[in-house]
């Protein structure tokens, strides 16, 4: 291990590692050409972890630095790094772990952890029981090094610790990290506890074995001194709720008791980690039962922790009322992600068409990039929504009084926790809250302009979980005072609350829909008045708003007085986005809305709008194509081109037929081809809907293409990808329909895989529906090659479609049914039930339908005789049996 470094070779390395430290860029940039260079000479690292651990006249953070930069070697180079070099650093990095500085202490640990990560713990076998040992050291520096540096092993290899690989270490770990619990010093207990903590989750046999040890230490360690100690006994117990809660039932009291004390811990730190403990305990079976008797002491406690602390105020810029003038800086703007597109059906089920709406929730206490991570005001509202969602309305007696003392109180702090709190209970005591909104929503809509645009900004969000009631009150007695005013603060001088104002009304948006139809000019121009105000992060939201205005009203919007307010702005903004400018893609996203609504409308805009499109797509294609030729270049932002196929699918859906002389001056067929094809998910998904759409609007330039796309929609109906599977199930059906017979050809690249997924157990609604209305397509014009399946798909099939609501979709796919049981009866007999209960489902179907249905009912009667048929209808629910003798008098 003798190896010493050149004078020359030395100082060199440190003059780097001092440049390294400048702040002027160009500096930085020659110093890494520098670290390249140096990277050829083989001991080079040498120098490096000499530097670290030996040169102790250098000051610490030049030391440090040249261990991060070691680090950084091994993680890129560290396979070709000569052994013997290897095990000279490994034997340094041991012999330093008691070095006096903390900074070198924790660098020499993380470099630990990456050699070990790097090379895998097996090759470096006597690392653990070394360390192991060290913990043993009367010199502290050594003990807390070892522990600092297991610390890091632990959270990095915490599955391979547990495992056979290694001969079990845990066996030995565990109860000698229990033994220091009691160490005198907090920072070998802090470390102590966190080492434990990593193993709780993958339920460590071993750990497993000293659980009641563990419990037992965590608890003695619960008033210590220590916040980081404190805190790491809070995550332990958080962890342990949710892996061992039968060993914790029994001290739940004592554990709540101590929870409600941490969570006012003088450190937020502590804080934060104990409110985590009331989010995780919500999701327990046990908690309305448990928490019951300490609810009236948690709820303020919660209240109170969701408030704006000094210092929160101060990066929130909170007394900074007016800044829409000032440009935004790049890096506060958020990456947005695109959504696409998914084909459902509407189906009678209230609320059925909700995918998942519960994610709104966070939106509206994203306070700012600089806060935007996970704090103590975040997760008390958190806390307090998943909690009002356990009670219900049985914790209105404890937080209306809290919710009376915040709301209107003077300091405006405590009053903007206030309005958090009663948007936080939205959602959970709804009914209970339904008395006193005709006395609180006026109240808030005069919020909205109060002087603090902290208290305007979070008013807006409040306001948005409550749009649902303003929507459905009589007269419009509350919507239109709270549109006119949020539309007000759409305009406001502060950004934050433009923001937040955006994203309100575009909830009122989704949930009025047509109600707003009567204000419409008042809202377009307040909205383009927006285009020319807003600084750059907050122009992507009011595309968002605009978009979601025109998914509300729909075909409402094609006036020429509405679109000629809106589309100049719109095409101004369009024109001046270059291709590859991030921008492009809300505003894409936006007028793929608008090109649905207005349909005929937007004809004289979609010429430039699809060859723009197109020309996405070959872009990002010819980019693709390049970059896997030349693995140098970069890879493409295909989100551009998921975004063009989308905003094609929307001008299909809007201009139907129109589309056709677009399509046919275009290479958009070979294209598809292409992007059906593509790697990612999400093309594909885009893809399929868009042949969808274009077989609907012009299926004579998708026809010829037929035995290229069958084969490829076959392959995709894997419902791992829920979305591109459930797009191409229905583009076979949009297909098919205009296919005719000659699907025929086509049927066996599809329909074993239909009827996998249609009978696959925890299938997704959508999905299910769409494969039950393709299969029944396929059964429309083909009956005599699929009929002979009935048996394998038509009870699932009935289910299905059960209930969605009467359209054509649903018409085609009975009218298949119908022809399937005519060429094989037999088929259905064992579930005819299930037919009768499905054909219940119409409300009111086309004549001719209802005739099909009607004479399989008296054809299977009149088969099996009066008495069996009435034995069967015995078995029906009586609504049933009523419902068909009204609809189909039988």
Same mark, same amino acid.
């Given at each position: ?210 659980? /009641?040890? +563990?419990?037992?230490? !965590?608890?003695?360690? $619960? &008033? ?5 100690? *404190? @805190? ?126 519960? /994610?709104? +929730?966070?939106?509206? !206490?994203?306070?700012? $990039? &600089? ?5 103590? *005001? @975040? ?512």
């Amino acid at each position: 291990m003798s190896w010493e470094p050149s004078n020359d070779g030395l100082q060199q390395i440190i003059t780097i590692l001092k440049e390294s430290q400048s702040p002027n860029t160009a500096t930085q940039m020659a110093v890494h050409m520098k670290l390249e260079e140096l990277n050829q000479y083989p001991d080079f690292n040498n120098y490096l972890i000499y530097v670290l651990t030996k040169l102790k006249t250098e000051d610490e953070p030049t030391r440090s630095l040249s261990g991060l930069i070691l680090k950084n070697n091994i993680r890129t180079h560290g396979n070709n790094l000569r052994p013997e070099i290897v095990e000279y650093i490994k034997h340094e990095c041991l012999q330093a772990i008691g070095d006096p500085s903390p900074l070198i202490r924790a660098t020499v640990g993380i470099l630990i952890t990456t050699i070990a990560s790097n090379g895998g713990l097996h090759n470096w076998p006597q690392l653990l029981p070394s360390l192991c040992d060290m913990l043993d050291s009367q010199d502290y520096n050594v003990c807390e090094g070892a522990f600092s540096a297991l610390q890091k092993i632990c959270e990095d290899h915490a599955e391979v610790l547990d495992s056979a690989a290694l001969n079990r270490p845990l066996n030995v770990m565990i109860p000698k990290f229990l033994q220091y619990f009691s160490h005198n010093s907090p920072k070998i207990r802090s470390h102590a506890i966190a080492c434990i903590n990593q193993f709780i989750m993958i339920r460590s046999q071993v750990l497993m074995l000293h659980i /009641d040890t +563990f419990i037992e230490s !965590l608890f003695n360690l $619960s &008033s210590d001194d220590d916040h980081e100690v *404190r @805190k790491n006994v809070c995550h332990g117990l958080v962890m342990l709720l949710e892996v061992r809660m039968d060993r914790l039932l029994p001290h739940m009291p004592q554990i709540i008791e101590y929870m409600l004390m941490r969570t006012q811990d003088s450190d937020e730190g502590v804080a934060l980690e104990a409110s985590e403990f009331w989010l995780s305990l919500a999701e327990q079976s046990i908690c309305k039962e448990v928490l019951t008797p300490y609810l009236s002491q948690l709820a303020p406690i919660l209240v109170k922790g969701m408030r704006y602390s000094e210092i929160d105020i101060i990066l929130l810029k909170g007394n900074v009322e007016e800044d829409d003038m000032v440009p935004d800086r790049e890096e506060d703007i958020r990456p947005r992600f695109h959504k696409s597109r998914t084909h459902t059906i509407k189906s009678n089920e209230a609320g059925a068409g909700v995918e998942d709406d519960d /994610d709104d +929730f966070d939106d509206g !206490l994203d306070d700012d $990039s &600089s806060l935007s991570e996970w704090n103590l *005001r @975040k997760c008390s509202a958190a806390a307090l929504d998943v909690l009002a969602n356990v009670f219900r309305e049985d914790c209105l007696p404890i937080v209306l009084p809290i919710l009376k003392d915040t709301l209107f109180h003077q300091d405006w702090v405590i009053k903007e926790s206030g309005v958090l709190a009663l948007g936080a209970i939205a959602e959970g005591c709804m009914q209970g809250m339904i008395p006193h909104l005709p006395e609180l929503i006026p109240y808030l809509i005069s919020c909205l302009s109060d002087k603090k645009a902290l208290v305007r900004s979070i008013t807006c969000w409040t306001l948005s979980r409550y749009a649902n009631w303003v929507v459905n009150q009589p007269q419009h007695q509350y919507l239109k005072p709270l549109m006119e005013e949020l539309l007000k603060r759409i305009l406001d001088s502060n950004k934050r609350v433009q923001e937040a104002a955006c994203s309100a009304f575009a909830t009122l948006e989704e949930e009025a829909c047509t109600e707003l139809v009567p204000y419409l000019e008042y809202i377009l121009q307040t909205l383009v008045f927006a285009f020319s105000k807003y600084q750059h992060k907050n122009l992507l939201i009011l595309y968002d708003a605009v978009g979601t205005l025109a998914d509300s009203v729909g075909h409402h919007l094609n006036k020429p007085q509405y679109i000629d307010i809106l589309m100049p702005p719109l095409i101004d903004k369009w024109n001046l986005l270059k291709d590859d400018d991030k921008d492009l893609f809300p505003l894409l996203e936006c007028l793929s809305s608008i090109a649905t609504a207005l349909q005929s409308g937007f004809l004289p805009y979609c010429d430039p709008v699809y060859r723009r499109c197109i020309s996405l797509i070959e872009q990002t294609i010819n980019q693709d194509m390049a970059c896997k030729q030349n693995p140098g270049i970069d890879q493409p932002d295909k989100e551009r081109m998921i975004v063009a196929l989308d905003l094609l699918s929307g001008l299909a859906e809007g201009l139907d037929g129109h589309i056709e002389s677009l399509v046919a001056n275009s290479t958009i067929m070979q294209l598809l081809y292409q992007c059906m094809q593509d790697a990612l998910p999400e093309v594909r998904q885009s893809s399929f809907a868009l042949l969808g759409d274009l077989t609907k609007a012009c299926f004579q330039h998708v026809h010829p293409f037929m035995s290229e796309f069958f084969p490829i929609l076959g392959q995709n109906l894997n419902p791992d990808y829920i979305s591109v599977c459930n797009n191409a199930t229905w583009a076979i059906g949009e297909i098919c329909m205009k296919l005719g017979e000659e699907t025929r050809q086509f049927i066996h690249l599809v329909l074993k895989e239909l009827i996998v997924i249609i009978n696959r157990p925890n299938t997704p609604k959508t999905l299910l529906e769409n494969t039950a209305i393709t299969i029944g397509r396929l059964g429309y014009v083909c009956p005599v090659e699929v009929a002979p399946y009935l048996p394998e798909f038509v009870r699932q099939w009935c289910t299905s479609l059960r209930h969605i609501r009467d359209n054509d979709e649903k018409d085609s796919a009975f009218r298949g049914m119908c022809h399937m049981i005519t060429v094989n009866p037999a088929g259905v007999v064992p579930d005819f039930i299930f037919f009768c209960d499905a054909i219940a489902s119409w409300v009111n179907p086309p004549q001719d339908l209802h005739q099909m249905i009607q004479k399989i009912l008296h054809g299977f009667k009149t088969q099996v005789g009066e008495e069996n048929w009435r034995r069967f209808v015995d078995q029906f629910p009586p609504t049933l049996s009523e419902r068909l003798v009204a609809m189909y008098n039988i």
